[in-house]
């Protein structure tokens, strides 16, 4: 790989964040140019937000692969050995997806225990807009299309380049997850985002592919679907004692899976 200066290194951390910038602007022009019809109409939207994403994700994946083959051929051990031994076994799969869940749960739970909501109420736009697009749909937008791109981009890509520039993963950790959280465009959705972006992140390290990530990603966003879906929680938010202990439970849970996959 070519000897870049610590500026230069940064730079190209920060090209896939533009690149995804510019093409989430123009490839909703040019579907709705294809296909006649708008899409910001409510019972379209996520079939647009589908195609999207499976347009753009060629794009990440052949940028992602062309790093993993330079990361194998000359920097394995120089600060980014993202080129090493992939995931080992059925156990790191079941606690990627089981920890994201779990940390995904206790902090979305514990941040409705705040004043949070109450000051930043945006993210109430977005998540009262998902309901009215079929569940097919939302499926294929929120629990695999939107998971495998945006770990492509902000693990494959973003994580990746920031460790190599900064030769010190926590802090590339660090410095993805809050990219990732403010892509999701609102204070509340940003902690939550921040703090599971973490653990994919440090998923990511330990299995050195991005398969975990991309399952624990799917994991956390077909939970807070179905959660959506049936409103399993709203009943419970009646007993605050109960509400806590799971709250704790969830969180207590999702550290327990995050140090295994730290001391990997």
């Not at 569940?135 to 495998?148: D, F, I």
């Not at 403010?182 to 972006?197: K, L, P, R, S």
């Amino acid at each position: 790989m070519e000897v870049l200066r610590p500026g230069d290194k940064i730079g190209r951390a920060a090209f896939p964040i533009f690149l995804y910038w510019i093409l989430s602007m123009a490839f909703p022009m040019l579907l709705t140019a294809v296909s006649g019809v708008g899409f910001l109409e409510p019972g379209r939207k996520m079939w647009f937000l589908t195609a999207e994403n499976f347009l753009m994700l060629p794009v990440f994946w052949l940028l992602y692969r062309r790093d993993r083959n330079a990361y194998k051929r000359g920097d394995e051990g120089k600060g980014n050995d993202l080129g090493g031994r992939s995931l080992r076994g059925w156990k790191d799969l079941v606690l990627a997806a089981v920890g994201a869940v779990c940390i995904s749960r206790g902090v979305n739970y514990f941040l409705a225990l705040t004043f949070l909501p109450q000051v930043f109420p945006g993210y109430r736009a977005v998540s009262e807009g998902i309901p009215q697009c079929g569940l097919l749909s939302r499926m294929a937008a929120v629990v695999v299309s939107a998971p495998l791109l945006e770990e492509v981009l902000m693990r494959g890509l973003v994580y990746g380049r920031l460790k190599e520039a900064l030769g010190e993963p926590r802090k590339a950790m660090v410095i993805s997850g809050l990219i990732f959280g403010m892509f999701h465009g609102n204070v509340v959705q940003g902690i939550y985002a921040f703090a599971v972006g973490l653990f994919f992140a440090q998923v990511y390290e330990a299995g050195k592919t991005l398969f975990l990530p991309v399952l624990a990603h799917m994991a956390v966003n077909a939970v807070s679907l179905l959660e959506a879906q049936t409103g399993w929680m709203q009943g419970l938010g009646r007993l605050p004692v109960a509400y806590n202990l799971v709250t704790a439970a969830f969180l207590a849970a999702g550290m327990l899976c995050w140090r295994y996959f730290a001391r990997k």
